[in-house]
């Protein structure tokens, strides 16, 4: 009799302590990091080697929008092995969430990988521009006072 309690009470206390674990992370970690947490699930969806991938670097960026909602934008450089089984050096990536306070809801609206390629860059440098991701992107979501904008110039 006293093993089918011990059974019985595992069988909900361990349940119940692992929601009530899920919840206080959930409420510790905060919008910011629920943004991060659903960029490294999408990141991870996009690479050919998912347990490879691994964040070289990362910024999280908040500000409230002119409807009050506060825009966290999750900016920095991802890595993974490619089909030869190396490292390939690095992708910068963005992505964007949406923490509504009004109505109570949290959304992350996009995650973005650098997709440019050689020829990409190669154009942006010769017309004194930069390359579509930067400007759609990471000029548009990963700027502020500690990260500027990026821009070229003949010399870079």
């Not at 699930?41 to 347990?51: A, F, I, S, T, V």
């Not at 923490?99 to 020829?119: C, Y």
């Not at 990471?138 to 500690?146: A, Y």
């Amino acid at each position: 009799m006293k093993i089918i309690k011990w059974i019985v009470i595992v069988i909900i206390a361990v349940p119940l302590a692992l929601v009530a674990f899920m919840y206080a992370r959930n409420k510790m970690v905060g919008p910011a990091g629920w943004a991060e947490d659903n960029t490294i699930k999408q990141l991870k969806g996009m690479m050919k080697d998912p347990d490879s991938m691994v964040i070289r670097s990362s910024f999280v960026l908040q500000r409230t929008n002119a409807d009050g909602n506060t825009e966290i934008s999750v900016c920095g450089i991802v890595d993974g092995k490619n089909a030869f089984g190396g490292y390939a050096g690095g992708t910068r990536f963005v992505s964007l969430s949406m923490d509504n306070k009004k109505i109570n809801t949290f959304d992350t609206i996009f995650v973005k990988i650098d997709e440019s390629t050689a020829s990409d860059r190669a154009l942006a440098k010769r017309v004194d521009s930069v390359t579509p991701f930067e400007h759609a992107y990471w000029n548009g979501n990963c700027v502020d006072e500690t990260h500027p904008m990026l821009v070229r110039t003949s010399e870079s």
